[in-house]
Each structure stands twice: as C-alpha cells, then as structure tokens.
C-alpha cells in the first residue's frame, strides 16, 4: 500500500514544516545527548573502574552496537505502527534505560544498561529521516535532513559539555546523569512538536515485497553500499578521533582537566553549521559532489591535529568535524532517496553500518593509540576517509544527484 497520492508534503515555511524540523531537532538532540555523553568522561571512567583507555571507550561502543543492530527491527515495527508512534516509544523507552545508567554498581553492569539503552535509542534514527521524506515536500527534503543532522551535532555536544563539566565538580555518574536528564527533556518536546503523520501508510502483510525482500534488495544496491560505507568508514574514524584525543590532552605537554577537554566538542558546532549548509549546497550543485569536497576537508583537519600547540589542534577539529558532518549529512539524506522500495529498511541500514563502524573501528583505534600514539589515530582515519572517498566516487557517479 502506499501513501495517498494527492499528499506531496508540508511545504516549506508552513507551520507543519517548521514543526516537523524542530521536533525532530530535538529527536537529535535527546538520542545524541545520551548516546556521546560519556565520550567526555572516559578518563574519568577508567580511573573510577581502573581499566584502560581501549576499555573505558567500550561503554560508547557497548550503546553504539545496541544501535547498530536494533535500527533494522525498528524500521520493521514502524512499518506496522507508524513513524512517530514508533520515535515516541523508543525515546520514552532510552530516556529510562539512560537514567540507570549512572547508577551502575560494576563496569560489567553499565555496558549492560548502555547496550540496552543504545538499543532503544536505535529507533530515532532508524526512523528520522523517512518520517522526514515522507512529510515535507520533496523538493525541500534535503535541507530539511540537514537541520535534522545539525540536532544530531548540538545533542553530541550538549551530552558532552554537560558531563564533562558535571564531572568534575562531583563525579562521572553525576555528569551522565545530568545528560540524560537534558535528553528527557529533549524527549518531550519531540513528542509535544511532531505532526501527526499524514505521508504513513502501514505496511500490509502479503502486499508488496516483504521485510527481507526490502532489505536484500537495498543490500544488492551498489549505490546504497556506496552510501553504507561511508557511514561505516567515516563514522569509524570520527569516533576513534574524539575517543581517543582526550587520552592525548591529559599527557604531557597538555595535562588538561576533565571540564577543560570537555570543551574541546564545541568544535561539534562546526557540523552543526556544514550539515545545513551541505543540505543547501547539495540541492543547487548536486550531493555527490558537495560529499567528495567534503573528504579532503576531513583529510585537512586530521593533518593539523598532529601539532603540539593546542590552538592549532582545536583548528585541525574544527575543520575535521566540518568535512565530516558534510559528508554523512548528505549521504544520510540521499539514503532514502536512492531507493524506491523499503525506504525504511535503506535508511535503518545506513544507520546500521554507521553505528557499526562507529563500534568497531572507534575501539579498533585505541589499539593504534596505544601502539602509535596520536599519529596512529590519525593515520588511521586519514586511511579511512580516502577509502570511503574512492568508494563514493566509483558507486555514486551515475546516481540521481538532486
């Protein structure tokens, strides 16, 4: 069954697009306030459980395969249930899971409750961007994900500022505490913003390809594995970079505290900006193009990030962050687009390999810290952007661009 055709979508600057954009600005802010939260405190979490750095960046990786592996059974329960029925549940579900988290009596138990509540989390983006595509007017779709991308940014960096700086007046369970606080409140005004779904038409058992059928098809698709990888690459290094650059700042000649390295995610402002922009610039001159720029951007910020002088560092972040948010706000919005069956299941697969790699290779890279220090990190994710760039242009080239 499909949506009725006379619904093209709210238009742009009407008082349901405007909702729509909010609403599921601070659907970005609630999961992502939670999901990165503790990113900030990680020091602070091997000295509290005395564990090593590679372990303490296992409880963002213990939400990020949560994640990874409920957002395809997601996309199956909003197929039946609806889009925002579906985002209400799993925020309401992840506030709760979040709120135990800091309560944690062992590291064993809080990789648990961050598996569990990384989970829940899976049905926001999952979900996001088709309940977007099928609610605004096709034509404003991928500014419009790059305003959902630009909540993902503030939410990262909201979860991390908070913490940090929470942390080190009291202690790390304090400052997650405070995070999932700030997101339950997010939570709410998703809820209260999103419009009624008016683009849903349930999926019917028996009536069009089935679940699996929807999910082989978009995995046979070169140009959806082109799309996949970039979130598996990318989002791989970006989390081994930031994992990772706190353990630098702490040693010599830095020795920076907890609240001070905190700050260091205000260089997430620089997607918040580049992802609605990249939405704008891709619309007039074509994604994959704006995708391609931004891989030496991300080449560019990594190279500077290698100098001693911390001004030069925040520098190099800024600029990576940017390059990078470019790059996946795009590919994230163009997911849905480049498929006309399962939409639900292309996007929940982009956020799959996205979260995957975000698990993987983000751990992966603390055994390059610890072998080679920062130059093994950066190496490493300057390895990753080159792959994920050759991949995009060889798969994406003959895709519809606008």
Same mark, same amino acid.
């Given at each position: 069954?499909?949506?009725?055709?006379? $619904?093209?979508?709210?238009?742009?600057?009407?008082?349901?697009? !405007?909702?729509?954009?909010?609403? /599921?600005?601070?659907?970005?802010?609630?999961?992502?306030? #939670?999901?990165?939260?503790?990113?900030?405190?990680?020091?602070?979490?091997?000295?509290?459980?005395?564990?090593?750095?590679?372990?303490?960046?296992?409880?963002?990786?213990?939400?990020?395969?949560?994640?990874? *592996?409920?957002?395809?059974?997601?996309?199956?329960?909003?197929?039946?249930?609806?889009?925002?029925?579906?985002?209400? $549940?799993? &925020?309401?579900?992840?506030?709760?899971?979040?709120?135990?988290?800091?309560?944690?009596?062992?590291?064993?138990?809080?990789?648990?409750?961050?598996?569990?509540?990384?989970?829940?989390?899976?049905? @926001?983006?999952?979900?996001?961007?088709?309940?977007? !595509?099928?609610?605004?007017?096709? /034509?404003?779709?991928?500014?419009?994900?790059?305003?959902?991308?630009?909540?993902?940014? &503030?939410?990262?960096?909201?979860?991390?500022?908070?913490?940090?700086?929470?942390?080190?007046?009291?202690? $790390?369970?304090?400052?997650?505490?405070?995070?999932?606080?700030?997101?339950?409140?997010?939570?709410?005004?998703?809820?209260?913003?999103?419009?009624?779904?008016?683009?849903?038409?349930?999926?019917?058992?028996?009536?069009?390809? #089935?679940?699996?059928?929807?999910?082989?098809? +978009?995995?046979?698709?070169?140009? #959806?594995?082109?799309?996949?990888? #970039?979130?598996? *690459?990318?989002?791989?290094?970006?989390?081994?970079?930031? !994992?990772?650059?706190?353990?630098?700042?702490?040693?010599?000649?830095?020795?920076?505290?907890?609240?001070?390295?905190?700050?260091?995610?205000?260089?997430?402002?620089?997607?918040?900006?580049?992802?609605?922009?990249?939405?704008?610039?891709?619309?007039?001159?074509?994604?994959?193009?704006?995708?391609?720029?931004? @891989?030496?951007?991300?080449? &560019?910020?990594?190279?500077?990030?290698?100098?001693?002088?911390?001004? *030069?560092? @925040?520098?190099?972040?800024?600029?990576?962050?940017?390059?990078?948010?470019?790059?996946?706000?795009?590919?994230?919005?163009?997911?849905?687009?480049?498929?006309?069956?399962?939409?639900?299941?292309?996007?929940?697969?982009? !956020?799959?390999?996205?979260?995957?790699?975000?698990?993987?290779?983000?751990?992966?890279?603390?055994?390059?810290?610890?072998?080679?220090?920062?130059?093994?990190?950066?190496?490493?994710?300057?390895?990753?952007?080159?792959?994920?760039? @050759?991949?995009?242009?060889?798969?994406?080239?003959?895709?519809? +661009?606008?």
């Amino acid at each position: 069954m499909s949506p009725p055709e006379a $619904w093209e979508g709210h238009p742009k600057g009407s008082r349901a697009y !405007n909702r729509m954009l909010w609403a /599921l600005f601070f659907a970005g802010v609630a999961t992502f306030s #939670q999901l990165y939260s503790v990113q900030s405190v990680l020091t602070s979490i091997a000295d509290g459980f005395s564990i090593s750095a590679a372990q303490a960046a296992l409880t963002v990786s213990a939400a990020t395969i949560g994640l990874a *592996l409920a957002v395809i059974p997601w996309s199956w329960v909003a197929d039946r249930l609806g889009r925002k029925r579906t985002m209400t $549940w799993a &925020i309401s579900a992840a506030v709760a899971f979040g709120l135990l988290v800091p309560l944690a009596p062992t590291f064993e138990l809080m990789l648990v409750l961050r598996f569990v509540e990384g989970a829940a989390l899976g049905g @926001i983006p999952a979900i996001a961007l088709v309940y977007l !595509n099928e609610e605004v007017q096709r /034509l404003h779709a991928a500014v419009a994900a790059g305003t959902y991308v630009a909540g993902t940014t &503030i939410g990262g960096l909201s979860g991390r500022l908070v913490a940090g700086p929470v942390t080190d007046l009291f202690d $790390w369970r304090a400052g997650v505490l405070a995070a999932s606080l700030m997101a339950a409140v997010a939570a709410v005004a998703f809820v209260w913003l999103a419009p009624a779904p008016r683009g849903f038409a349930a999926v019917v058992r028996g009536v069009g390809p #089935q679940w699996s059928q929807r999910i082989a098809h +978009n995995l046979r698709s070169p140009r #959806q594995l082109g799309l996949y990888s #970039q979130g598996f *690459l990318l989002m791989g290094g970006f989390v081994a970079v930031y !994992n990772y650059l706190g353990f630098r700042l702490e040693l010599p000649p830095f020795g920076l505290p907890v609240a001070v390295i905190s700050l260091l995610f205000l260089a997430y402002l620089a997607g918040t900006v580049t992802s609605r922009v990249a939405g704008t610039l891709a619309a007039r001159f074509g994604r994959l193009r704006v995708m391609l720029v931004g @891989i030496p951007v991300i080449v &560019i910020g990594l190279i500077i990030t290698l100098a001693d002088s911390l001004p *030069l560092i @925040i520098v190099g972040l800024v600029i990576f962050t940017g390059g990078f948010f470019t790059v996946h706000s795009v590919a994230a919005g163009w997911t849905p687009r480049l498929t006309e069956v399962g939409r639900a299941q292309a996007s929940s697969l982009y !956020n799959f390999f996205y979260y995957a790699g975000s698990s993987l290779i983000g751990w992966v890279g603390g055994f390059f810290f610890g072998g080679f220090g920062w130059t093994g990190v950066v190496l490493f994710a300057i390895g990753l952007a080159l792959i994920a760039g @050759i991949v995009a242009a060889s798969t994406l080239r003959d895709a519809p +661009n606008h």
